[in-house]
């Protein structure tokens, strides 16, 4: 993949997460409390914390989000050519969906300690050390008091998830590309 392809898409993660980390602040917080309805939790936020409050673990979000981003992509590119190469042929839309179902449950799996300590950062207490943002700090702790299994955390879920979503979307998309250049008679 090349470099200026890598930086946008490092570009438009720094962007949505503009939206995605408002609405996981309140989705994991809605998930831990789960006696709160999803309004009081938003509404409880901004009085208690401000609009810091629903962007806390921003950095945290595009730290695990463009290193997710710089695996799963090239990965499931390599894996396309080689699968092209061995078939000597191009990939099916079916064979892209599987190679993206493979480079998006690596991709999760080396990045789930990025995950962890951006989901201890949004939930910590306000206030507290964690809540400050800082990744590294966080590790630490997380490594401190679990050890290699609390850095792993929920990686076999985290990885079935997006082994499904790398196989739909980068299906659906593969799919989809092929079909759009066929219209303008172009070859995938």
Known sequence: MPVKHMLAASAGE????????????????????????????????????????????????????????????????????????????????????????????????????????????????AGSSTASGNVLSALHGVWRTQGLSGLFAGVLPRMAAISLGGFIFLGAYDQTRSFLLGLGGERP
């Open 14 to 125: 720094v962007v949505a997460c503009l939206i995605r980390v408002p609405s996981e602040v309140v989705k994991q917080r809605a998930q831990v409390s789960a006696s709160s309805g999803t309004f009081h939790i938003f509404s409880n936020i901004l009085y208690q914390e401000g609009i810091q409050g629903l962007y806390r673990g921003y950095k945290s979000t595009v730290l695990r989000e463009i290193p997710f981003s710089l695996v799963q992509f090239p990965l499931w590119e390599s894996l396309k050519a080689l699968w092209s190469w061995r078939q000597d042929h191009v990939v099916d839309s079916w064979q892209s969906a599987v190679c993206g179902a493979f480079a998006g449950g690596f991709a999760a799996a080396v990045t789930t300690p990025l995950d962890v300590a951006k989901t201890r950062i949004m939930l910590a207490k």
